[in-house]
């Protein structure tokens, strides 16, 4: 099992800038994916930005040029620098980890965080 603690929401200005933590505890081998995505009032929640194992990157092309996902393989944690922040990336960020490899050899699938609130004025 994974426990994903977020940490870094707030209320920002319109062209400020925050970052998000997220920190994977519990028992497993590997992590493979770590993502962030957010949910809106009234929308679904949608993917936001991911990073694999390797380092390979995605992002939603609202976000691309002004979000910036790393990860630290050896601490378990993924941050999420958001940079000229737009009142449209208000909502509620969740940290993700879309598969596990646990000490029994079984894949476990899709953990979530608490979610952490951006607020962004304009």
């Known amino acids: 099992q994974v426990q994903l603690v977020e940490s870094g929401g707030g209320l920002v200005q319109a062209g400020g800038s925050l970052r998000l933590s997220c920190a994977a505890s519990g028992t497993f081998l590997r992590i493979n994916a770590m993502g962030w995505y957010r949910q809106a009032p009234g929308k679904q929640r949608e993917l936001v930005a991911a990073?694999?194992?390797?380092?390979?990157?995605n992002y939603a092309d609202s976000v691309k040029g002004r979000f910036t996902i790393s990860r630290d393989n050896a601490k378990n944690t993924v941050a999420l620098q958001m940079d000229s922040l737009r009142p449209e990336d208000t909502a509620v960020y969740y940290c993700n980890v879309d598969k596990i490899l646990q000490p029994n050899g079984r894949f476990g699938y899709s953990y979530w965080g608490q979610g952490t609130q951006v607020t962004v004025s304009s």
């Open positions: 990073i694999t194992t390797g380092g390979p990157t």
